[in-house]
């Protein structure tokens, strides 16, 4: 009897949930990230975005900081902490093997994943989690957010919350002014990226900067690994993106 009364108010409880979910509408999410200020500010709004949308937990990463060990592209995230560190590795594998046109293609497209069977979640967490991507200036960041269990996700809410997102964290240091993965490449290399920009061979770089063609070979591979980028072209299109040349 006992048990029969718990499931029904854990019900009731659902039900009270998924309403409140749908019952906020677009304006009034605006009001209320317009109201939110303080050190929190980005916490917060998140917080506002991931029930807007129906989820239970937000991760905002940098996408540019992906390809980094450890877990500095985190930027602002409620899930738990075992589940980061668990899902780190696939996030940046998956981020390293997508091309750069595929990356530009997938901003503000929402995609959906589903967290590994081994992966012990809290009660309430669903298995399922979207990714929204979106840039700030010049650098890229990617909003994932965890499913409720028997709560209905909103999905076609999630451009809005792509868009809201961007403004949140526009106001907040996780944006600098020039990404600081522009300053990993040399002169030298920045003086290869602008000539294989502007067409050039590397035999054509050679004579205009007066070194061997493999000198330049291996300048131009060394862009290409601190830009986790795979060929020319992608260089060039991540360069360009990031007002490198």
Not at 18 to 25: K, L, N, R, W, Y
Not at 118 to 139: I, S
Request: charged letters at 25%; proline letters at 3%.
């Amino acid at each position: 009897m006992d048990m029969q009364i718990s499931q029904a108010s854990k019900g009731d409880r659902d039900a009270r949930s998924a309403a409140s979910i749908g019952a906020m509408s677009r304006e009034q999410l605006i009001l209320q990230l317009s109201a939110i200020a303080g050190p929190s500010y980005l916490q917060a709004g998140l917080r506002a975005l991931a029930s807007y949308a129906g989820a239970s937990h937000y991760l905002l990463a940098r996408c540019d900081l992906i390809q980094e060990n450890g877990l500095d592209f985190v930027v602002a995230c409620d899930w738990p902490f075992d589940l980061v560190r668990r899902l780190a590795p696939e996030l940046t594998s998956g981020y390293g093997r997508t091309g750069e046109l595929e990356k530009c293609m997938a901003l503000f497209q929402p995609s959906a994943a589903v967290l590994p069977d081994d992966v012990e979640l809290p009660e309430g967490v669903g298995r399922q989690y979207y990714a929204m991507t979106f840039n700030v200036g010049r650098t890229r960041f990617s909003l994932l957010l965890l499913t409720r269990d028997s709560v209905p996700f909103l999905l076609e809410r999630l451009r809005d919350v792509g868009l809201l997102s961007g403004y949140l964290a526009s106001f907040t240091r996780c944006v600098e002014v020039r990404s600081e993965r522009d300053f990993d490449l040399t002169e030298r290399e920045l003086e290869c990226l602008f000539w294989i920009a502007e067409g050039k061979t590397s035999d054509e770089i050679a004579m205009i900067l007066g070194i061997s063609r493999n000198t330049i070979n291996n300048y131009i591979t060394s862009v290409m690994r601190k830009t986790a980028t795979k060929t020319r072209s992608e260089a060039i299109a991540f360069a360009v993106r990031n007002n490198l040349v």
